[in-house]
């Protein structure tokens, strides 16, 4: 979860989650007695980043694990775009067709993928996935998450893995990178247009959940169920690696919630399809789906800590390190996260089962009462 941590495509995940609802194979692994957690609290270890000469060195080490999908381009990307065009882009183009350039644009969609780095040290990642494996028992054996569907996860390594056709895979990683192709037009002195393409790197590290999307009805303007393939990354590197496994798997398991919501926006707010609607309607939608599944994962968290078989982790962290992430969030990425100290005291107010019960019936009552705290 860096305070860079989940960029969902261009949405969030709908009803086509039913597809699979309740499909949770429940594979009884052996439960370990004492999980260990030498891979938190690292720093500066020197693994990776610290000895990667660049950017373009950690682009090598890394594996592709998702497909390009077309994205909606994001503020931040665009302003790299433009600055890109500016600095290298204009003079590249005049140079190769001899010709000034008077005008350009950045496309407004993308293509992304996401590529694992794997972590370097195996005991590391070991250790990080029998921690995953037990968060999720832990999770979907919960009593008051019963009526959700439990999602068959597959914990990997994108090194050495490849997912089976029934689980969605769950890519254990060091750190990852998000990769977008960028889409770019430069219209020349003579009204020649000349279509270029860039691709931006990101380091990223805590997790992501991606591969799901939404459509709209060109005609209609309605939303439809998008691409259902979704996928998980998680970082052993990062201060939020304990709850990472948390906040990657329950955005499948509030999908339904989720859609939901973003239909009701839709019907609240009739029109055309557009760019803009479309991006106004997601960036309400995913900041909701962060709402609820940061704080649950904060929530969820703070119990697992109790178990005997994390005893280890408890001399490293503590629930009121992990509290202090709700705080830590609300100011991170652009405001994506304000709702989360909110969310977090109202589900220690009403519990888990209220909470989440709430959210599936009426999210949106459900996030006027977070606002209210």
């Avoid at 594979?27 to 990667?52: C, H, K, M, T, V």
């Avoid at 408890?314 to 405001?335: M, P, V, Y």
């Avoid at 089962?353 to 705290?373: A, C, E, H, N, Q």
Wanted: with cysteine.
């Amino acid at each position: 979860m860096a305070l860079t941590r989940r960029q969902l495509l261009i949405g969030t995940i709908g009803a086509s989650a039913s597809g699979i609802a309740g499909a949770y194979f429940g594979l009884r692994r052996s439960r370990p007695q004492l999980l260990q957690f030498d891979f938190l609290n690292r720093g500066n270890d020197g693994s990776l980043q610290e000895g990667a000469s660049d950017l373009d060195d950690l682009v090598k080490r890394s594996l592709p694990v998702t497909p390009f999908l077309k994205g909606l381009i994001s503020e931040e990307v665009k302003a790299w775009a433009v600055e890109y065009a500016q600095a290298k882009g204009i003079a590249e183009t005049e140079k190769a067709y001899g010709k000034k350039v008077i005008l350009f644009q950045v496309n407004e969609q993308v293509q992304c993928r996401y590529r694992a780095i794997p972590e370097p040290e195996i005991r590391y990642a070991a250790q990080y996935k029998a921690y995953a494996e037990f968060a999720t028992d832990f999770l979907f054996e919960h009593a008051d998450l019963q009526t959700l569907p439990k999602i068959p996860i597959e914990w990997l390594f994108p090194q050495n893995d490849k997912p089976e056709g029934r689980f969605v895979p769950a890519y254990i990683a060091h750190s990852y990178i998000r990769e977008q192709k960028i889409g770019l037009e430069f219209m020349l002195q003579d009204q020649r247009k000349v279509k270029a393409e860039v691709v931006y790197p990101q380091l990223r590290s805590g997790g992501t959940m991606l591969g799901a999307r939404w459509n709209f009805d060109p005609e209609t303007g309605e939303f439809s169920g998008g691409n259902w393939s979704p996928a998980i990354i998680v970082s052993t590197y990062n201060q939020y690696a304990l709850q990472a496994p948390f906040s990657e798997m329950t955005p499948l398991m509030f999908a339904e919630g989720i859609g939901k919501y973003i239909r009701r926006l839709a019907e609240k707010n009739p029109g055309p399809d557009s760019l803009a609607r479309r991006k106004e309607i997601i960036c309400d939608t995913h900041k909701l789906g962060e709402t609820i599944t940061e704080s649950v994962s904060l929530y969820l968290l703070t119990e697992l800590l109790l178990h005997p078989a994390m005893v280890r982790a408890r001399q490293r962290t503590s629930a009121l390190k992990i509290e202090s992430a709700a705080q830590e969030l609300a100011s991170a990425d652009e405001g994506l996260y304000a709702d989360v100290p909110q969310a977090y005291e109202y589900l220690k107010r009403k519990g888990l089962r209220v909470t989440v019960g709430l959210f599936m019936d009426d999210p949106g009552l459900y996030l006027g009462k977070v606002k209210s705290i």
